[in-house]
């Protein structure tokens, strides 16, 4: 019996280390994928805001869909270079929450909660 623990038991540690490193290497792959989700998030936050400052000061003969245009058009070029994909949607959506945020959002907006005063 003792014969066969010594032949067995490096055979066991082996595949145990294994096993270790495998999981140990996904474990890894699911950290820098979720780190890198979010550093692109932030990043396609960042530059959408500069973006939209950007249009509001260079093209104020622009307005409505024109300037949404030319933002979508500037942020995308932007993203694309740092080799971040966003669909257009997206890109529309976090444009308008930023000059939803420049303008003050919904409290200056005149948008009220009907229910409040009840």
């Not at 003050?104 to 409040?116: E, H, I, R």
């Amino acid at each position: 019996m003792e014969q066969v623990m010594e032949v067995l038991m490096p055979a066991v540690l082996q595949l145990a280390g294994t096993i270790v490193m495998v999981v140990a290497g996904v474990i890894g792959y699911q950290i820098k994928k979720l780190y890198t989700q979010y550093v692109d998030t932030q990043t396609k936050k960042d530059v959408v805001a500069t973006t939209v400052q950007y249009v509001e000061q260079i093209c104020k003969d622009l307005h409505g869909q024109e300037k949404l245009d030319m933002a979508i058009d500037r942020a995308s070029a932007l993203l694309a270079e740092q080799g971040i994909n966003v669909s257009a949607t997206e890109l529309e959506t976090l444009i308008e929450a930023a000059v939803n945020g420049f303008n003050g959002g919904w409290s200056k907006s005149g948008v009220t909660d009907s229910s409040a005063g009840e």
